[in-house]
């Protein structure tokens, strides 16, 4: 069955880096495109992150460009997620999620159990 | 990026039927049949219920469905269970090349 474990939250403090990491497990990894999602605690889903299938293509949200970068390791079938210049801002549950089809990318499928970062003084 | 528009609250009885709506731009749901829906009950990671705006994946009851008209997108819950109470998320994708999420709904099961 498909699994997604993520990584590498913690606390830390603000303007400093941090990166996430999500295992996957269970289906063909270089054929997905994969993404981050977030929420803060008690609020709404975030978007984040998408990046293609082999890892050729990246998108951002407005809010994270220039500061979080998404990258794949179709080797290790691993997703990372670089997040530097933290802010306050960032504190929220993050999710890796697969995409629902091969082709393109169409919505969030599987969803690993989040990560907690929280970015703080 | 503007989060989608949904009602912050919805309520209804066992066995009653409901829709949430999804309100976004030409831009994203107007412009692509990429419109999705996820419930997210306490603590728990989202699920996906209905992609590709009339879509279930495999394993989701079908008295989920999807619907879209213009820049808005519906989903319909028929014949409410308990367990349906959760929180209920649309997501589009745009022309960017980004994803955009609705700001949420809660679903009261009186």
């Known amino acids: 069955q498909v699994q997604l474990v993520e990584s590498g939250g913690g606390v830390v403090q603000p303007e400093r880096s941090l990166r996430l990491s999500c295992a996957a497990s269970?289906?063909?990894?270089?054929?997905?495109?994969m993404h981050w999602v977030r929420q803060a605690p008690g609020k709404g889903l975030e978007w984040v992150a998408l990046?293609?299938?082999?890892?050729?293509?990246?998108y951002y949200a407005d809010s994270v460009k220039g500061r979080f970068t998404i990258s794949r390791d179709n080797f290790k079938n691993t997703l990372y997620l670089q997040m530097n210049s933290l802010r306050t801002g960032d504190t929220a549950v993050y999710y890796c999620?697969?995409?629902?089809?091969?082709?393109?990318?169409?919505?969030?499928?599987?969803w690993g159990q989040g990560t907690l970062v929280t970015v703080s003084s | 990026q503007s989060a989608l528009t949904q009602p912050a609250s919805v309520s209804a009885s066992p066995g009653q039927s409901i829709t949430i709506s999804c309100t976004g731009t030409s831009s994203d749901v107007g412009g692509y049949n990429y419109v999705s829906w996820y419930q997210q009950h306490p603590g728990k990671a989202p699920k996906l219920i209905i992609y590709?705006?009339?879509q279930w994946p495999s394993g989701v009851y079908n008295r989920f469905s999807g619907s879209k008209s213009g820049n808005t997108a519906s989903l319909t819950i028929s014949g409410l269970q308990a367990e349906d109470e959760a929180d209920y998320y649309c997501?589009?994708?745009?022309?960017?090349?980004?994803?955009?999420f609705g700001g949420g709904t809660k679903l009261t099961v009186l």
């Open positions: 269970g289906f063909t990894f270089r054929s997905y495109a």
């Open positions: 590709d705006v009339v």
């Open positions: 997501a589009s994708y745009t022309s960017s090349g980004t994803w955009v």
């Open positions: 999620a697969r995409d629902v089809l091969t082709a393109g990318t169409r919505g969030f499928q599987h």
């Open positions: 990046i293609s299938f082999d890892g050729s293509n990246e």
